[in-house]
């Protein structure tokens, strides 16, 4: 045998990618359904495993491109395969929100699938972790699975990113109590001590724990669906992960309170009842005092057969669920008040699918990006905005105030460096004619990329023709060594000279 070291010097290029909404652009729910938001309008799947009444959880990585899928006890890759250890979850099909999966912060391979049982059962709000670089790729849960939090919460599950840091809050509610729990997801790995909030109403029957719940895009608001109970309407303080200031948006609904969805700008609830003959309603965030938000109930839809889950998506519409139904409904202009929010019957096809009560849950900073575009993320670089609408003035709030006056800008297209590496809520508030419009978007400052000399690669070429083929992208972690495979890209050149080429174009 003929052994060869082939030692390799590596030219490597980064591309750094934006916190982005691709990774909630596949959906999968109901029975078989799916729908991919990739092209921009969704499009049905057809080769989702996942039967389920209600929960369900989907995630794709920052290009948009399936990674895993579940209903909160069966885990299946992006081949729709039964994930290596995926069976066995302690969600519930039947559970409103069954599961949420969420990245572990600045380790690219690493997900964690949160589930709550259902009807408060006694397997509570558990975790398992997901490693992605398992199985060639397709991932498996790790023996970190079934990590039991608190028991009993009720179905309400949701999550947002932390303000000032790489990390998330994944926010569970108690029964028998009104206490939120908000669990703080870093890079070290999920806090199992929460925050607890004890605010709003009690939680005391089993359908009352029935019902979803959401955090607002830019993180300001939490509204809580308790089927039989009430609807309510919180603060949400994305440092702290403290809940306060509880409004009961409508007492005695008799005739639902389950799914609940904030529009894009944050400024537009949404509630929906599962309950034939009736309907969708909208809340007003900005009408003024608490009693005019109360007041601002309109019906925008109605329905004979009951309504299921709302759900933000990625082109900033909202999509309902219908129950046994093989079209979604659709919100076109979440933002708008009353009847300009263009509601729509039947407006998704499913391709013979049929949708249920559920649709899957994102962490809702997701969402948080709408009309605002950024580029050049690593410390240091100079960081470009664009506001895509037609506007007549703008004020930019990039949240870094160690950067003094050079924190603010009235360009239409500014830049920034940014001071530090982390996470900075930056908001522009907008004016045409009269019209006033603040939005937000998370940005993630990186520091600069370092490339490590991987270990020389040792063949053997068994038919000595001096040929042997093998796969360089086999060394990228090595190369990344601890650096995001999702936020750093390398790029394998067979010389200077072909690096040069491709850098002139």
Same mark, same amino acid.
């Given at each position: 045998m003929n052994y060869?070291?082939?030692? +390799?010097? #590596?030219i490597l290029s980064f591309t750094l990618s934006v916190f982005s909404q691709e990774e909630? %652009?596949?959906w999968y729910f109901g029975e078989n359904a799916g729908l991919d938001f990739n092209p921009g309008?969704?499009?049905?799947? +057809?080769?989702g495993q996942l039967v389920t009444e209600e929960g369900c959880a989907t995630i794709s990585d920052n290009m948009g491109n399936l990674l895993f899928y579940t209903d909160g006890i069966t885990v299946w890759n992006r081949n729709h395969q039964i994930m290596l250890n995926g069976t066995g979850l302690n969600g519930d099909i039947s559970s409103s929100n069954s599961a949420i999966i969420i990245p572990k912060p600045q380790v690219s391979n690493i997900y964690y699938i949160f589930t709550v049982d259902a009807n408060a059962g006694s397997n509570g709000l558990q975790y398992s972790e997901v490693d992605i670089s398992l199985d060639s790729g397709l991932g498996a849960i790790t023996s970190n699975k079934n990590i039991l939090l608190m028991t009993p919460v009720t179905e309400k599950i949701t999550s947002v990113i932390k303000s000032g840091s790489q990390g998330y809050w994944v926010v569970a509610h108690g029964f028998n109590n009104n206490d939120f729990l908000s669990y703080s997801v870093t890079s070290i790995g999920v806090n199992s001590t929460p925050v607890i909030s004890s605010t709003g109403s009690d939680i005391l029957a089993d359908v009352y724990s029935e019902g979803c719940m959401k955090i607002s895009p830019n993180g300001q608001k939490l509204a809580m669906a308790n089927v039989g109970l009430n609807a309510q309407l919180f603060d949400f303080n994305t440092s702290s992960g403290m809940v306060s200031n509880p409004i009961t948006l409508s007492n005695g609904w008799e005739y639902g309170a389950y799914g609940i969805e904030f529009s894009p700008n944050s400024s537009v609830l949404y509630i929906s009842s599962p309950i034939p003959d009736y309907g969708i309603y909208q809340y007003n965030l900005d009408a003024g005092s608490n009693t005019d938000i109360i007041n601002s109930e309109i019906e925008i839809s109605n329905n004979l057969v009951g309504f299921g889950q709302l759900q933000l998506a990625t082109d900033g519409k909202i999509y309902i669920a219908k129950y046994n139904s093989t079209f979604l409904d659709v919100i076109s202009e979440p933002n708008a008040v009353g009847v300009s929010c263009n509601y729509t019957q %039947?407006?998704?096809p499913l391709n013979s699918r049929k949708s249920f009560l559920g649709l899957p849950p994102f962490i809702q900073s997701f969402f948080s990006i709408s009309n605002i575009q950024?580029? %050049?993320?690593?410390? *240091?670089?100079?960081?470009?905005? #664009?506001?895509n609408d037609i506007v007549d003035s703008v004020v930019w709030d990039? *949240?870094?105030?160690n950067s003094g006056i050079n924190n603010y800008s009235t360009d239409l297209e500014p830049i920034h460096i940014f001071t530090s590496p982390g996470t900075y809520e930056v908001s522009v508030t907008a004016t045409l004619g009269s019209d006033v419009a603040t939005d937000?978007?998370?940005v993630i400052i990186y520091e600069q990329p370092t490339a490590a000399q991987p270990q020389d690669i040792l063949i053997c070429d068994d038919n000595n023709n001096g040929f042997y083929d093998f796969d360089l992208t086999t060394q990228d972690l090595d190369v990344l060594n601890g650096q995001s495979t999702s936020v750093f890209n390398v790029t394998y050149y067979a010389s200077m000279m072909d690096l040069y080429n491709v850098s002139k174009k």
């Amino acid at each position: 045998m003929n052994y060869k070291y082939f030692s +390799l010097v #590596l030219i490597l290029s980064f591309t750094l990618s934006v916190f982005s909404q691709e990774e909630a %652009n596949i959906w999968y729910f109901g029975e078989n359904a799916g729908l991919d938001f990739n092209p921009g309008a969704p499009v049905a799947l +057809l080769e989702g495993q996942l039967v389920t009444e209600e929960g369900c959880a989907t995630i794709s990585d920052n290009m948009g491109n399936l990674l895993f899928y579940t209903d909160g006890i069966t885990v299946w890759n992006r081949n729709h395969q039964i994930m290596l250890n995926g069976t066995g979850l302690n969600g519930d099909i039947s559970s409103s929100n069954s599961a949420i999966i969420i990245p572990k912060p600045q380790v690219s391979n690493i997900y964690y699938i949160f589930t709550v049982d259902a009807n408060a059962g006694s397997n509570g709000l558990q975790y398992s972790e997901v490693d992605i670089s398992l199985d060639s790729g397709l991932g498996a849960i790790t023996s970190n699975k079934n990590i039991l939090l608190m028991t009993p919460v009720t179905e309400k599950i949701t999550s947002v990113i932390k303000s000032g840091s790489q990390g998330y809050w994944v926010v569970a509610h108690g029964f028998n109590n009104n206490d939120f729990l908000s669990y703080s997801v870093t890079s070290i790995g999920v806090n199992s001590t929460p925050v607890i909030s004890s605010t709003g109403s009690d939680i005391l029957a089993d359908v009352y724990s029935e019902g979803c719940m959401k955090i607002s895009p830019n993180g300001q608001k939490l509204a809580m669906a308790n089927v039989g109970l009430n609807a309510q309407l919180f603060d949400f303080n994305t440092s702290s992960g403290m809940v306060s200031n509880p409004i009961t948006l409508s007492n005695g609904w008799e005739y639902g309170a389950y799914g609940i969805e904030f529009s894009p700008n944050s400024s537009v609830l949404y509630i929906s009842s599962p309950i034939p003959d009736y309907g969708i309603y909208q809340y007003n965030l900005d009408a003024g005092s608490n009693t005019d938000i109360i007041n601002s109930e309109i019906e925008i839809s109605n329905n004979l057969v009951g309504f299921g889950q709302l759900q933000l998506a990625t082109d900033g519409k909202i999509y309902i669920a219908k129950y046994n139904s093989t079209f979604l409904d659709v919100i076109s202009e979440p933002n708008a008040v009353g009847v300009s929010c263009n509601y729509t019957q %039947n407006a998704i096809p499913l391709n013979s699918r049929k949708s249920f009560l559920g649709l899957p849950p994102f962490i809702q900073s997701f969402f948080s990006i709408s009309n605002i575009q950024f580029v %050049n993320t690593c410390l *240091g670089d100079a960081t470009e905005f #664009l506001l895509n609408d037609i506007v007549d003035s703008v004020v930019w709030d990039f *949240g870094d105030p160690n950067s003094g006056i050079n924190n603010y800008s009235t360009d239409l297209e500014p830049i920034h460096i940014f001071t530090s590496p982390g996470t900075y809520e930056v908001s522009v508030t907008a004016t045409l004619g009269s019209d006033v419009a603040t939005d937000y978007v998370i940005v993630i400052i990186y520091e600069q990329p370092t490339a490590a000399q991987p270990q020389d690669i040792l063949i053997c070429d068994d038919n000595n023709n001096g040929f042997y083929d093998f796969d360089l992208t086999t060394q990228d972690l090595d190369v990344l060594n601890g650096q995001s495979t999702s936020v750093f890209n390398v790029t394998y050149y067979a010389s200077m000279m072909d690096l040069y080429n491709v850098s002139k174009k």
